[in-house]
């Protein structure tokens, strides 16, 4: 593994507001080519992608059911012990598991890929985003643009270390002191219908309503508990709910900052702006394989427990893995130190001789439109049951599929919500999810079909003739 520090193209001490979203920043980093990008992928043959996109309930209820398992045990022994010193061995594992490892837990709900039904993982997401403090909606945008424009100064409202970094706040925020006040001002804030400009920038119009009831019902919870520690007498209503963060933020923090802590800034290849690391089996479990990010930002569809697969398949066109959390942070704390000084530093990731920039191949029709204009595409066999597949013709790209029934379909080959080709994505039922951001098109018109997608695709003719695909741009 090669790292070393290189200046980048900022001044010595760039203005902190180069990373707010607002519409001047915005405007710039469209400019420059950077706002809702192309990014790189690695190549992965599509017979091996199509298992590793296969999501099942089974790995991801045992993980659930374990993880819960521990939080209630850990709470029972805290109530069992309140009022003794013995309590805290296990209510520090408590908020470690409440406050810490439900951040992977928040994420994997959202990105709607860790159960095969949908409604799991909505809910895993929700009572997640309950338990790190987070507005399920209000996020749900936020990591979408983050996937976008992953670590792009003045787009990315995700960036958890701007230059200089802020050595103290990085501090407290392994104990959530300035999450508190920061979450909670924004709960009185939603609850009262309004929102501030930065959210207003990643969140569609029509989403507000939803941020203002879920605002509403957190803070009708945390008035509960209040209550109920006012009638019980005793503080261990808050200390289960509501101030676990305090004492475990500590893991979300230990975690969470090696994804792109003190890597390049402004890249469109998540090989140089996100590290992957290997680890134990306590770590990942506590982490869902997040420890895998490279691969996470690349193929966000992948469910966490196929990552170590993906991994195997890609490990050879990416930076060579961290081989432990430790060697992270052994790269991460002198890099953040040397920022302060130096803000333009950043780590810059060797990429192995073997590795490519080459665009993924598309296939593009040998002959020329037929006199209605149909073009011959491929056999039928080459695009089996819940397939896509990627056609170019005259600078257009189009997505051709076959549903779980056999029946083809076709449209733009680009997602209307970010630049992404939907060929990568999965074909569930009779829709298409998008392989960047999870939102989902109906096939059969065209239309949304799951958020954040908010505008139609354009659908084409498509149809067999003679153990032929054909397909006619219209």
Same mark, same amino acid.
């Given at each position: 593994?090669?790292a070393? &520090?290189?200046p980048t193209?900022?001044?010595?001490?760039p203005?902190? &507001?180069?990373?707010?979203? /607002?519409?001047? /920043?915005?405007?710039?980093?469209?400019?420059?080519?950077?706002?809702?990008?192309?990014?790189?992928?690695?190549?992965?043959?599509?017979?091996?992608?199509?298992?590793?996109?296969?999501?099942?309930?089974?790995?991801?209820? %045992?993980?659930?059911?374990?993880?819960?398992?521990?939080?209630?045990?850990?709470? +029972?022994?805290?109530?069992?012990?309140?009022?003794?010193?013995?309590?805290?061995? *296990?209510?520090?594992?408590?908020?470690?598991?409440?406050?810490?490892?439900?951040?992977?837990?928040? =994420?994997?709900?959202?990105?709607?890929?860790?159960?095969?039904?949908?409604?799991?993982?909505?809910?895993?997401?929700?009572?997640?985003?309950?338990m790190?403090? #987070?507005?399920?909606?209000?996020?749900?945008?936020?990591?979408? #643009? =983050?996937?976008?424009?992953?670590?792009?100064?003045?787009?990315?409202?995700?960036?958890?270390?701007? %230059?200089?970094?802020?050595?103290?706040?990085?501090?407290?925020?392994?104990?959530a002191?300035?999450?508190?006040?920061?979450?909670?001002? /924004?709960?009185?804030?939603?609850?009262?219908?309004?929102?501030?400009?930065?959210?207003? @920038?990643?969140?569609?119009?029509?989403?507000?309503?939803?941020?203002?009831?879920?605002?509403?019902?957190?803070?009708?919870?945390?008035?509960?508990?209040?209550? +109920?520690?006012?009638?019980?007498?005793?503080?261990?209503?808050?200390?289960?709910?509501?101030?676990?963060?305090?004492?475990?933020?500590?893991?979300?923090?230990?975690?969470? !900052?090696?994804?792109?802590?003190?890597?390049?800034? /402004?890249?469109?290849?998540?090989?140089?702006?996100?590290?992957?690391?290997?680890?134990?089996?306590?770590?990942?479990? !506590?982490?869902?394989?997040?420890?895998?990010?490279?691969?996470?930002?690349?193929?966000?569809?992948?469910?966490?427990?196929n990552?170590?697969?993906?991994?195997?398949?890609?490990?050879?066109?990416?930076?060579?893995?961290?081989?432990?959390?430790?060697?992270?942070w052994?790269?991460?704390?002198?890099?953040?130190?040397?920022?302060? @000084?130096?803000?333009?530093?950043?780590?810059?990731?060797?990429?192995?001789?073997?590795?490519?920039?080459?665009?993924? *191949?598309?296939?593009?029709?040998?002959?020329?439109?037929?006199?209605?204009?149909?073009?011959?595409?491929?056999?039928?066999?080459?695009? @089996?049951?819940?397939?896509?597949?990627?056609?170019?013709?005259?600078?257009?790209?189009?997505?051709?599929?076959?549903?779980?029934?056999?029946?083809?379909y076709?449209?733009?080959?680009?997602?209307?919500?970010?630049k992404?080709? !939907?060929?990568?994505?999965?074909?569930?039922?009779?829709?298409?999810?998008c392989?960047?951001?999870n939102?989902?098109?109906?096939?059969?018109?065209?239309?949304?079909?799951?958020? *954040?997608?908010?505008?139609? !695709?354009q659908? =084409? #003719?498509? #149809?067999?003739?003679?153990?032929?695909?054909?397909?006619?741009?219209?």
């Amino acid at each position: 593994m090669s790292a070393t &520090s290189k200046p980048t193209d900022q001044v010595a001490f760039p203005d902190p &507001s180069v990373y707010l979203l /607002n519409r001047q /920043n915005s405007r710039k980093a469209m400019e420059a080519g950077l706002a809702e990008a192309e990014w790189y992928q690695s190549p992965v043959p599509r017979a091996k992608m199509r298992k590793l996109l296969v999501r099942r309930n089974g790995p991801a209820l %045992r993980d659930a059911f374990i993880w819960f398992g521990l939080i209630f045990a850990s709470a +029972a022994a805290t109530i069992s012990l309140w009022g003794t010193w013995w309590v805290i061995a *296990p209510y520090l594992i408590y908020a470690a598991l409440f406050a810490g490892s439900a951040d992977a837990r928040w =994420h994997e709900g959202l990105h709607g890929t860790a159960f095969k039904t949908d409604w799991l993982n909505i809910a895993l997401y929700e009572i997640a985003s309950f338990m790190v403090l #987070r507005e399920s909606t209000v996020w749900r945008w936020s990591h979408t #643009r =983050h996937h976008s424009d992953t670590i792009i100064v003045g787009r990315d409202p995700e960036i958890a270390v701007p %230059r200089p970094p802020d050595i103290t706040g990085m501090l407290l925020g392994c104990f959530a002191i300035k999450r508190y006040p920061k979450y909670f001002g /924004n709960l009185l804030h939603h609850a009262r219908g309004q929102l501030a400009e930065r959210e207003r @920038e990643f969140i569609p119009e029509d989403e507000f309503p939803k941020i203002f009831r879920t605002a509403r019902v957190h803070l009708a919870v945390y008035l509960l508990v209040m209550a +109920a520690a006012l009638i019980s007498g005793s503080f261990l209503p808050l200390f289960l709910i509501g101030l676990p963060n305090i004492f475990g933020t500590w893991l979300m923090s230990l975690y969470g !900052l090696t994804q792109h802590t003190g890597l390049a800034e /402004n890249v469109l290849d998540h090989r140089l702006n996100s590290r992957t690391f290997l680890t134990n089996i306590v770590n990942r479990f !506590l982490y869902l394989n997040m420890n895998y990010h490279v691969e996470h930002h690349m193929f966000p569809l992948v469910p966490y427990y196929n990552l170590p697969a993906l991994h195997e398949i890609v490990k050879d066109d990416c930076p060579a893995p961290y081989p432990s959390l430790w060697a992270c942070w052994k790269e991460i704390i002198p890099t953040v130190a040397r920022q302060t @000084e130096e803000p333009g530093y950043h780590i810059q990731r060797s990429l192995p001789p073997t590795a490519g920039r080459e665009k993924k *191949p598309a296939i593009k029709p040998s002959c020329p439109a037929d006199a209605e204009g149909w073009l011959e595409i491929c056999p039928s066999a080459a695009l @089996e049951d819940s397939e896509v597949i990627r056609v170019n013709h005259h600078d257009q790209t189009y997505a051709i599929y076959r549903d779980g029934e056999g029946q083809l379909y076709a449209t733009d080959g680009i997602c209307t919500h970010g630049k992404t080709h !939907l060929a990568d994505g999965l074909v569930i039922e009779k829709m298409i999810e998008c392989p960047k951001h999870n939102g989902r098109f109906n096939l059969a018109d065209g239309s949304p079909a799951r958020r *954040p997608v908010c505008k139609a !695709l354009q659908t =084409h #003719r498509v #149809r067999e003739v003679s153990g032929r695909i054909q397909f006619h741009p219209s």
